[in-house]
């Protein structure tokens, strides 16, 4: 497994595994904006093909998770936390202080990811997501980086 900086030319790649793993996947004109805008890794496998991925902004010193995903045939295998933690280490290369995201309230699995790899529950926004039946509430998680070395 290779972990790669992400481009346009990967559009095609990242929309598909998007739909295979998010039930509200982002269109393509929302993934063709946040490849030129945004900062992507990606998980090659040994057959070329994209099997994970994080995207992420940044502005100054704090930075948000956009995305991390991992297709499902290779789900815990540990190739989200190597992507997490391959994303903290450069944020805190770059300087970034903090890292947040927001996840919806019943992904257990993704707040254990999270929480394994140093992120805190720092707020909840009530009703944030869409779901099938109303509306899910949204943890806010932080990652203190504080420019450290870890
Ligand atoms: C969340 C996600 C990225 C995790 O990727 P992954 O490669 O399966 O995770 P890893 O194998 O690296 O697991 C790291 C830790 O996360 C937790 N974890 C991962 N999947 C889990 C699951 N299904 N149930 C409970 N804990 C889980 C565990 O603590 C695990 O550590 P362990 O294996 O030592 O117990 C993956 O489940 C996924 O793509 N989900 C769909 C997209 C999504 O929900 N993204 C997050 C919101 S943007």
Same mark, same amino acid.
């Given at each position: 497994?290779t972990l790669r ?21 982002? /269109?393509?004109?929302?993934?063709? =904006? ?18 994970g991925f994080a995207? /992420? /902004?940044?502005?100054? =010193? ?8 991992? /297709?499902? $045939? ?14 903290? $280490?450069?944020?805190?290369? &770059?300087? &970034? ?41 949204a943890l806010l998680? &932080?990652?203190?980086?504080?420019? $450290?070395?870890?």
């Amino acid at each position: 497994m290779t972990l790669r900086p992400l481009g346009p030319d990967d559009l095609d790649l990242l929309v598909a595994l998007d739909a295979a793993t998010n039930p509200h996947p982002w /269109s393509a004109k929302l993934w063709a =904006d946040a490849l030129v805008r945004d900062h992507g890794i990606g998980a090659i496998d040994d057959d070329g093909v994209l099997a994970g991925f994080a995207i /992420s /902004s940044r502005v100054l =010193d704090e930075a948000e998770l956009q995305l991390i995903a991992v /297709s499902p $045939a290779k789900q815990r295998q540990g190739l989200g936390r190597l992507l997490l933690k391959a994303l903290l $280490a450069e944020l805190r290369q &770059t300087g &970034t202080t903090q890292l947040f995201l927001e996840v919806r309230a019943g992904n257990t699995a993704a707040q254990a990811l999270y929480a394994g790899c140093g992120g805190e529950v720092s707020g909840r926004r009530k009703g944030y997501y869409p779901a099938p039946n109303g509306r899910e509430d949204a943890l806010l998680y &932080t990652f203190t980086l504080n420019g $450290a070395a870890q």
